[in-house]
C-alpha cells in the first residue's frame, strides 16, 4: 500500500497542488470519495481545509433534494457549506471531514453535491457469524464517512455447511423474552442496545434495516419449537400449519411494537427468500400475510424479492411502500417487480455478494469490475431507467454462510472495508465519465476510514512501526505485518496469555506450543518450544494466514488450512479454515515467561500488475559530456540549514526558456580540499527535497536535490512533497506523461528530466570545493527510473544507486497494468519506445546499485532481473534486495544504510562494499559466495516463492542458510515447489547483499 500511497500522493499532487492552472478546471479531482456531482476550481491557490473556519446554513435549493449541499472553498482554507436541509448539511461536514484530511492541499472552488439514488447500503449477515454491537458502531461511522445510508442487518440464518456437528448452525441474535432460550448464547444484542443502535444511526440520517429472515433460512426456530418444520427439512418452517404464522407474528410483535418499539425504524425485512418453489402457492400466501402482519404493527415491509421463483396465482400486497432487494433476477426481475408496484433496491448476487472463503461467489468483491460496468440500475444485464420512481438505490451484502470455518470480526471488517469506496461512489454518483479505476483507487486509499476509525488495526508509528499506544497491529488492503519479540521459558506447565487486547489472545499453551485465540477458535503450532533458552519469535500475518518463526526455523503455518464437512447438498467437500489474527499489541500478565523487545511493523503489499511487450526505437541524445553548467538564479526561499534555493536553466519547451528548481547544500570544504557529490532524484511523490540534500552534506557530500516536474517545493521544511506546486517556467509536467508520446520528443517530460538530472551534475561540477570525478547519482521511484536513464545519457557519473527504479517497463511494471487493454496502450508502447531505460543501459559505465524490495509495486523482480542483464558488460553492479521492502520516500530508500556505504566506498575512500561471488543450485541444495573484506556476515538466507504470476503478489519465504565464514560460502536445502529464489546475507552493521533472482522454469 504504501505503493499505493504514492501512487495516489502522485495522482491527486498533479492534479491539486503541482498544477498551475486552477480556474474553470472541472476535471480537477478532489481528495474525496464519493466525488461531487458538480465542481469548479475558481483560483490558482491550494490550501489546507480548516475545520475550525467551516460555517453551515440552511439554504432553500431544491435541485439539491433532500440529502444535497453546497460547498464554498476559500483561499485561505476555510468553508461554507448550506443545503436545504439538516441531513444535506450533514453530508458537508463529511466532505469536509475528507478534505481537511487529505495529504494534499485543495484548491479555491464551488461543489454542488448530491446523490443520484436514495438507497446506498451494505447487507451484512450476524446470524451466522456474531459481530459484537460496537463493531458495528464502528462499522456504521465508517458507512457515513462515505455518504452511505442503509445498514442492513440479517438477524438469523443456518449455516450453510455442518461444520459444527451433524444438525449444522443456525442462531437468532435478539435478546428475546418471547421464547425464552431462543437467543444465541454465542452472541447476541439485548432489545436496549439494538434500539440504541437503530436510533443512534437514524440521527446520522443512516436507516437500519432489521431482518428476521423466514419462512427458509429457520433452523433456529425450528430448533426451538419442534413441529414447525414442514416437509422440505430443517430449515423450512411448514407453511400449511397455523402455528407458524402465530409463532413469528409473536416474535416479530415483541420488537414492533409499544410507544418505544426495538425496531425504530419505518423499515423491516421479512426475509422470504429461496424457499422450495413447489409450495409457491402457499409461500405467496405467507409473503403477503407477512407483508400484512408488519403493517398491522405500524412499520413497512421489505423482503428478497422471490415471486418469479413462487411463480403463482395468489396475489401478495403490492404498492411503492413495499421494497424488493433484487438479489437475483431468476428469482424476480426488476422490470416484474416494478411493473407489480414494488419499489426495488439493487443487490445482484453475481455482483455484490461476499462469501468469505467459502469458494463460491466472491471472497473479496472485484470492485475494479463494479466501478467501471456497474451501478444500481444495471442488474445483471437488466438496464432500468436510473429515474424510475421506484428504482431506489443500490447495495452489496457480505453472507456467513460457513459457520464455523474460523471467519472472524476482523476478516469480515476487512472485506467490508475493501467494498465501501467503490459501492459508496457507484450508489452516489453512478456512471462517473472521465475518473479512471487507477485514479479513483488512489483517492480512495487516502480517504480511508472515519475520523477515530480504526477497524483495520493500523499501527501510528512512522514507516508502519507499531506505537507505544497500539492496541493490535492488522493487515489490509496495504498488506501485512510481523511482531518480532524475544522470549525466554521457564515454566510451560499451563497455558500463559502473552498478549491480549481484549478480542484476541497471544498464547503460549501448556505443553509449550505457541499460538493464538480469537472469535472462539485456538490455533497452536505444530512443535513445542524449549525451555530455558532466549528464542527469537516471529509471527507474521496476512489477510490469508499466520506463520510463526522461531530463531528462523519456521514451527507453524495457517495459511492453506481445510476442514473436511457436509455441505447443504449431503456432499462432503473440503472448505478453507480460517485462521487469520490482528496480533495483540497489550502485553498480558505472564508467570513462568520473560518476553521482551517487542517489535511490530507492517509489511506494505502492492497492486496487481499485468503484463505487455514492445519493439522500440530509442532517442538520439546530445553529447552532454561537454554540457556546460547551466545558468543559476537565487529562489526566493530563505537559505536554512546550509541549505539553498536555486533555479537553474533546464532545457527549452516548445521553443521557450525553463528553469529548474532545486535545493543545494555544500558541506565545509578545508582550504585546497575537496569533497564529493551526489545527485539526488525524487520519486513521484513530489518535488525537490531540501532533507535529503541536507542529510547528505551533512555527510560529506556537496548535494543538489532538483524538481523534475515543473514545480517548485513547499515551504515547509521536511513537508516539501505537500507543498509542491508548478511555476510559470515549468517545462511539461509529470510523471510519466504516456499520453504525450506523440509530441516532438524535446518536448516530452522524461527528456526534460533526464536533461535536468545531467544539468544538475553539470551544476555540481563547476562548484568550487567539489570533485568533477566524484559525483554519484540516486534516485526513489520515478527518480530510480531517471537514475537508470541519467546513467546511460551521462557517463561522467561515478556510480549510479536506483532505489525500487529499473528497465523494462513494457514487459512488467504497474504502469504496463494501467495502460493493457485501454485507448492510451499504443501511447504507453511507443513512449516505452523512446524512453525506457533497456535502451541507454548499454551505455552505462557504473557500478550500479540496486535497492529494493521483493514485492515492489511498480517495478516488479523480473524487470529488475532483465535491467541488471542489461547493461553493458563488465559493468559491476551490486544488489540489496530485501524482502517485502515498503516503497516510498522512506529513510530506507534516501539514504539506507548500503548507499552511504556504497558511496563512501567509492567516493570516500570507505571501507571495502560487500558483494555477491555467486549462487546456484544443484542436485536440491543451494549455495552461495559472499565476500565482505571489512565486514563480518552474520546471517545468510535463501528467500524463495512457490508462486507463479504476478510477482508483486508472490508470497516469499526465508530459509536461514549453513554459513562457513572460513569459506565464506553458504548452503541449504532448495524446498520443494519452488518457482524463484535468491540469497541474501547480512553485514554486522545492517546492510543487505544480494544475489541475483533465480526463475525456475
Known amino acids: 500500500m504504501r505503493g499505493m500511497e504514492k501512487t495516489m500522493l502522485c495522482v491527486l499532487s498533479a492534479a491539486l497542488g503541482a498544477t498551475a492552472v486552477f480556474a474553470d478546471d472541472v476535471s480537477v479531482r478532489l481528495p474525496m470519495v464519493p466525488q461531487p456531482r458538480e465542481w469548479k476550481a475558481t483560483d490558482r491557490t491550494a490550501a489546507k481545509i480548516d475545520p475550525a473556519k467551516a460555517t453551515y446554513a440552511i439554504r432553500a435549493d431544491d435541485a439539491l433534494g433532500a440529502e444535497g449541499y453546497a460547498l464554498s472553498i476559500a483561499a485561505d482554507g476555510s468553508v461554507s457549506a448550506t443545503a436545504p436541509t439538516e441531513q444535506g448539511l450533514f453530508w458537508a461536514r463529511r466532505t ?36 459484537r454491537l460496537e463493531t458495528l458502531r464502528a462499522m456504521l461511522k465508517d458507512l457515513v464517512h462515505y455518504k452511505m445510508n442503509e445498514f442492513h442487518i440479517h438477524l438469523n440464518d443456518d449455516g450453510a455447511t455442518q461444520f459444527t456437528g451433524p444438525e449444522g448452525y443456525s442462531a437468532f441474535r435478539l435478546e428475546c423474552d418471547t421464547y425464552p432460550g431462543l437467543t444465541a448464547k454465542d452472541g447476541h444484542y439485548t432489545k436496549a442496545e439494538f434500539r440504541s443502535f437503530i436510533k443512534e444511526a437514524a440521527a446520522m440520517g443512516v436507516t437500519v434495516i432489521p431482518e428476521i429472515d423466514s419462512p427458509a433460512h429457520s433452523g433456529c ?58 409450495e409457491a402457492e402457499n409461500f405467496r400466501a405467507y409473503t403477503d400475510w407477512a407483508f400484512k402482519m408488519v403493517r398491522r404493527h405500524g412499520h413497512e415491509p421489505r423482503a428478497w424479492g422471490s415471486l418469479d421463483h413462487a411463480a403463482g396465482k395468489t396475489p401478495v400486497v403490492a404498492d411503492r411502500n413495499v421494497q424488493m432487494d433484487i438479489w437475483h433476477n431468476p428469482y424476480y426481475d426488476p422490470v416484474h417487480a416494478l411493473d407489480a408496484g414494488y419499489s426495488i433496491v439493487a443487490i445482484p448476487d453475481l455482483n455484490l455478494y461476499v462469501v468469505p472463503a467459502a469458494g463460491f461467489y466472491f471472497d473479496y468483491l472485484v470492485v475494479e469490475d463494479i466501478f467501471q460496468n456497474w451501478e444500481p440500475c444495471t442488474i445483471a444485464g437488466r438496464v432500468i431507467d436510473p429515474n424510475h420512481p421506484g428504482l431506489l438505490g443500490g447495495k452489496f451484502a457480505i453472507w456467513n454462510d460457513l459457520s464455523g470455518n474460523g471467519i472472524s470480526e476482523d476478516d469480515v471488517i476487512d472485506r467490508f472495508l475493501h467494498a465501501i469506496p467503490t459501492i459508496a461512489e457507484k450508489t452516489w454518483t453512478g456512471a462517473q465519465p472521465g475518473l479512471g479505476w487507477r485514479e479513483f483507487e488512489a483517492i480512495a486509499r487516502n480517504v480511508g476510514e472515519a475520523p477515530g476509525v480504526n477497524l483495520q488495526d493500523r499501527v501510528s508509528g512512522a514507516n508502519g512501526a507499531a506505537g507505544a499506544n497500539d492496541r493490535a497491529i492488522g493487515w489490509s488492503d496495504e498488506g501485512g505485518w510481523t511482531v518480532d519479540f524475544e522470549l525466554v521459558i521457564s515454566d510451560a506447565a499451563r497455558d500463559v496469555v502473552l498478549f491480549d487486547d481484549g478480542t484476541s489472545q497471544v498464547v503460549l499453551f501448556a505443553g509449550g506450543k505457541i499460538g493464538f485465540a480469537r472469535d472462539g477458535y485456538d490455533w497452536r503450532a505444530e512443535r513445542a518450544l524449549p525451555v530455558g ?65 517487542v517489535k511490530a511493523r507492517t509489511v506494505f503489499a502492492s497492486p496487481p500488475v499485468n503484463e505487455a511487450g514492445l519493439k522500440p526505437t530509442p532517442v538520439v541524445w546530445p553529447d552532454v559530456e561537454r554540457d556546460a553548467a547551466p545558468q543559476t538564479w537565487k529562489a526566493d526561499f530563505p537559505e536554512k540549514d546550509g541549505v539553498k534555493a536555486i533555479w537553474y536553466e533546464g532545457v527549452p519547451y516548445k521553443g521557450k526558456p525553463t528553469r529548474v528548481f532545486a535545493y543545494l547544500a555544500m558541506p565545509k570544504v578545508a582550504p585546497g580540499k575537496t569533497v564529493p557529490g551526489i545527485v539526488l532524484v525524487h520519486g513521484g511523490l513530489g518535488s525537490a527535497f531540501r532533507r535529503w540534500a541536507k542529510h547528505w552534506a551533512d555527510r560529506g557530500y556537496a548535494a543538489i536535490s532538483m524538481d523534475t516536474c515543473g514545480c517548485v517545493s513547499g515551504n515547509e521544511y521536511g513537508d516539501e512533497q505537500r507543498g509542491h506546486r508548478r511555476h510559470e517556467w515549468a517545462g511539461p509536467q509529470g510523471w510519466g506523461a504516456f499520453d504525450k508520446a506523440g509530441d516532438p520528443v524535446e518536448d516530452q517530460w522524461a527528456y526534460h528530466a533526464v536533461a535536468a538530472v545531467v544539468r544538475a551534475n553539470s551544476l555540481l561540477r563547476s562548484l568550487p570545493g567539489v570533485d568533477p570525478n566524484r559525483i554519484g547519482l540516486t534516485g526513489v521511484s520515478w527518480g530510480g527510473y531517471l537514475t537508470c536513464m541519467a546513467a546511460g545519457v551521462d557517463r561522467r557519473f561515478a556510480f549510479a544507486a536506483p532505489v525500487y527504479g529499473c528497465g523494462f517497463l513494457d514487459d512488467d511494471s504497474v504502469w504496463n497494468d494501467k495502460a493493457k487493454g485501454t485507448p492510451g496502450e499504443a501511447d504507453f508502447q511507443k513512449w516505452c519506445g523512446l524512453f525506457d531505460p533497456r535502451h541507454y543501459l548499454c551505455n552505462a559505465r557504473g557500478p550500479f546499485l540496486f535497492v529494493d524490495g521483493s514485492n515492489d509495486f511498480a517495478y516488479p523482480l523480473d524487470s529488475l532481473q532483465k535491467t541488471c542483464e542489461a547493461l553493458t558488460p563488465g559493468c559491476c553492479y551490486y544488489r540489496a534486495t530485501r524482502v517485502r521492502m515498503p516503497h516510498g520516500h522512506i529513510p530506507e530508500a534516501e539514504h539506507p544504510k548500503e548507499l552511504e556505504d556504497f558511496a563512501d566506498w567509492l567516493l570516500k575512500g570507505g571501507k571495502d562494499y560487500p558483494f555477491c561471488t555467486g549462487a546456484s543450485a544443484k542436485d536440491g541444495v543451494v549455495t552461495c559466495g559472499f565476500k565482505a573484506p571489512m565486514d563480518r556476515i552474520v546471517r545468510v538466507e535463501l528467500e524463495y516463492t512457490k508462486d507463479a504470476g504476478r510477482w508483486q503478489d508472490r508470497t516469499w519465504e526465508t530459509v536461514p542458510m549453513t554459513w562457513d565464514d572460513a569459506k565464506a560460502s553458504g548452503s541449504a536445502k532448495m524446498p520443494a515447489g519452488v518457482t524463484a529464489w535468491y540469497v541474501n546475507a547480512f553485514t554486522e552493521d545492517g546492510k543487505c547483499v544480494s544475489s541475483d533472482l533465480v526463475q525456475i522454469p
Not at 541 to 563: E, P, S
Open 533 to 597: 533458552k532466549k528464542l527469537g519469535v516471529r509471527f507474521a500475518g496476512d489477510a490469508q494466514g499466520v506463520t510463526v518463526t522461531v530463531d528462523g526455523a519456521a514451527v507453524g503455518d495457517t495459511h492453506g488450512l481445510t476442514k473436511l464437512c457436509r455441505h447443504w447438498n449431503g456432499k462432503m467437500k473440503a472448505y478453507r479454515s480460517v485462521r487469520t489474527l490482528h496480533f495483540p499489541l497489550q502485553e498480558a500478565h505472564h508467570p513462568g515467561v520473560a518476553v521482551r523487545n
Open 221 to 278: 426456530f425450528i430448533k426451538y419449537r419442534k413441529g414447525l418444520d414442514g416437509k422440505y427439512g430443517p430449515t423450512h418452517l411448514a407453511l400449511d400449519k397455523p402455528e407458524v404464522r402465530d409463532f413469528m407474528e409473536k416474535l416479530f410483535a415483541e420488537y414492533l411494537d409499544g410507544d418505544d418499539p426495538v425496531f425504530a425504524g419505518k423499515y423491516v425485512h421479512v426475509g422470504t427468500d429461496e424457499y422450495d418453489k413447489r
Open 96 to 131: 469536509v471531514d475528507q478534505l481537511a484530511a487529505a495529504k494534499t492541499p485543495v484548491p479555491a472552488g464551488t461543489m454542488r453535491d448530491w446523490p443520484k439514488y436514495r438507497v446506498r447500503g451494505v447487507m451484512l449477515d450476524v446470524g451466522r457469524k456474531f459481530v
